[in-house]
C-alpha cells in the first residue's frame, strides 16, 4: 500500500490518496483560474517514510471556472457584471470597499 500527495501549484495540495498495490491511482482537481500549474506529486509507504516531490508537470488550464462553470448558468448576466466589475476594479483598485 502506498499514499501519493499531490500539490496542485495553486496553493493547495490533496490530502494522502491511500492506493493499493493493485489499484490504478486516481486523483483529481480544478483550477479556479486559467494558467499553466506545475503539478507535483510525492509518495508515503505504509511506515510513514517519504520521497521527495517528482519533477513537475505542466497542465494548462484554458479558462477560468467562474466564465466556463458558473456563468453559463446564469445567462450571461453575471458575465456583464463580471467584465463591469474589472474595468472598475483594474482602473479604480483603491476605491473597491466592501
Known amino acids: ?8 501549484d495553486d496553493g493547495t495540495t490533496s490530502t494522502w490518496i491511500k492506493q493499493q498495490e493493485t489499484e490504478t491511482g486516481v486523483a483529481s482537481h480544478s483550477w479556479m483560474f486559467r494558467g499553466t500549474y506545475e503539478v507535483r506529486v510525492k509518495a508515503k509507504d505504509i511506515y510513514g517514510r517519504e520521497s521527495d516531490w517528482s519533477e ?8 477560468n ?34
Do not use: H
Open 1 to 8: 500500500m502506498m499514499y501519493y500527495l499531490f500539490d496542485w
Open 65 to 98: 471556472f467562474f466564465c466556463n462553470e458558473i456563468l453559463p448558468s446564469f445567462g450571461g448576466a453575471i458575465q456583464k457584471f463580471w467584465e463591469l466589475f474589472k474595468i472598475y476594479f483594474f482602473r479604480f483598485p483603491n476605491r473597491l470597499f466592501f
Open 56 to 63: 513537475p508537470l505542466s497542465v494548462t488550464i484554458p479558462k
